[in-house]
């Protein structure tokens, strides 16, 4: 029996196989296209070396040199659902995500040295997100001959640990029962640390408490500080919690808060004298003691990074009487994936009269440019380098843009900062995707999660990722670094 073809000359049998095989190659297109890698891009930035940190997603990272050695510390989000405890093959473990520290000396070959586990838990929820490291030299009670890493465990605890070898880091202290803890900043010349915690009773998820750390295995508590409205038995709304504080130490005597991260963004200016010796009984009085200045942003503007860069001499301004002046870097975070909210970008503020702040100027990286709200993923600033080494500071900084990756940005003239160049890594297999609901159904893209960067004194840019891909080491390449005015 001969089985009838049809319109178009083939069999119904034929047809359903063909039917078939087309859909299924449709749905393994789509998939590739979810999962396709997406090659490297740049303008006068150039990549030194990788390291893909066990597909851990990265939150800070942090420079030493230890004694002629370069090391970096990395703080890690928690572990994913689909990888809660990656591998660690140097302990052959699995392990929650916590610390990682390299041996970066050699630039262009970044060497593991240890993975020091954190907190149970997934993304925000564990981990070990926020790390700073001093050596005992500049710390006044502390061992001249050790260094010391503070960090945090989870949302739960502080710790502190000895790092001299720092391919076998001993923990000193923890102080624990917290709730909430973030992105803290530790003085290494004075050992005043700030804290980012929660404490039962606050009226806000993250707060200050402030410790001496000069003896990093004696923790000496000096007081809690907020914002008031924030502290036990206030009325009204609470402002907006704590994301992190920046400290020019006893020299500068000023500590820089920022508050909120994508919306109501608050700036605040403290006498850092007043901070330490002040009363501490939490009162709205107390809180407001050591206030110098406070900044509140719009409803749709955050302020995760506060910089400051002061003494910066305007070459604009040279022939007018005065051609200094302090500003103050605030940096939004961007929260939601593939636009779905207000664009976050970076800020400079006039601080010069610091009692009166002023915005002079913003930067975002155009979105035509590289088409970056439909890549998948973040899309606008999340931090600034921190550092103060001379390389380039009141030069450049470096901003971490999520999808758009690192951008390097001329701020002498910080009225009209200039963009000098960018880097955005590849993706690699270890990318995750990132996935918004779309007709209440997931819609995945793999997209660079460009997190945190910092920089050392050699000139190198470290940039990690939030979506596993790893530590990408930077340099600005000649052209780069003429445009800068560097040598």
Not at 34 to 63: C, F, I, K, W
Not at 322 to 328: F, S
């Amino acid at each position: 029996m001969t089985v009838p073809l049809n319109v178009n000359g083939a069999r119904p049998h034929a047809m359903a196989t063909l039917r078939a095989c087309a859909a299924l190659a449709a749905a393994l297109l789509s998939c590739a296209a979810a999962r396709a890698q997406h090659a490297a891009e740049a303008r006068n930035m150039e990549l030194v070396g990788h390291h893909d940190l066990q597909a851990r997603s990265a939150y800070q990272p942090t420079l030493q040199n230890q004694d002629g050695r370069w090391i970096l510390y990395v703080g890690h989000h928690g572990g994913s659902a689909q990888n809660p405890r990656p591998l660690n093959p140097l302990t052959g473990r699995a392990e929650f995500n916590g610390t990682s520290i390299l041996d970066v000396t050699d630039p262009a070959n970044p060497r593991l040295l240890a993975h020091v586990p954190g907190e149970e838990g997934l993304d925000e929820a564990g981990g070990a997100q926020m790390v700073r490291v001093c050596s005992g030299r500049g710390l006044p009670k502390a061992d001249a001959a050790k260094f010391y890493m503070l960090r945090t465990f989870g949302n739960s605890a502080h710790e502190v640990w000895d790092v001299s070898d720092p391919a076998a880091p001993v923990r000193l202290a923890q102080l624990g029962g917290l709730k909430g803890t973030h992105k803290n900043f530790w003085e290494c010349d004075s050992g005043i640390a700030y804290l980012v915690s929660g404490l039962e009773g606050w009226r806000t998820r993250r707060m200050t408490q402030v410790y001496d750390l000069s003896d990093p295995a004696r923790p000496v508590f000096i007081r809690n500080f907020g914002l008031p409205g924030q502290q036990p038995g206030a009325t009204g709304d609470a402002p907006q919690e704590l994301h992190g504080a920046i400290s020019t130490g006893p020299a500068g005597n000023r500590v820089y808060f920022g508050y909120g991260t994508n919306k109501n963004g608050i700036v605040q200016i403290v006498d850092r004298q007043k901070l330490l010796r002040g009363p501490r009984e939490p009162t709205s009085e107390n809180l407001l003691a050591p206030q110098v200045a406070r900044l509140d942003m719009a409803p749709m503007t955050g302020a995760h990074t506060t910089f400051p860069i002061l003494g910066l001499e305007v070459p604009e301004f040279a022939h007018d009487r005065e051609a200094r002046r302090d500003v103050l870097l605030v940096v939004n975070e961007a929260i939601a994936n593939e636009c779905a909210e207000p664009r976050q970008m970076a800020w400079l503020l006039d601080i010069t009269v610091e009692t009166r702040p002023q915005f002079i100027s913003s930067f975002t990286v155009p979105e035509a440019s590289g088409h970056f709200c439909s890549r998948g993923g973040r899309f606008g600033t999340h931090s600034s380098n921190e550092s103060f080494a001379a390389v380039y500071y009141r030069k450049l900084v470096f901003l971490a843009h999520f999808n758009a990756g690192v951008r390097a940005l001329d701020i002498r003239n910080p009225f009209q900062p200039r963009e000098v160049g960018f880097y955005i890594p590849a993706t690699t297999a270890n990318t995750a995707p990132r996935c918004v609901k779309v007709d209440g159904r997931d819609r995945c893209r793999i997209a660079i999660q460009t997190n945190n960067v910092e920089v050392d004194e050699r000139g190198y840019v470290y940039a990690v990722d939030r979506a596993n891909t790893g530590l990408h080491i930077l340099r600005l390449t000649p052209e780069g670094r003429a445009l800068a005015g560097l040598q």
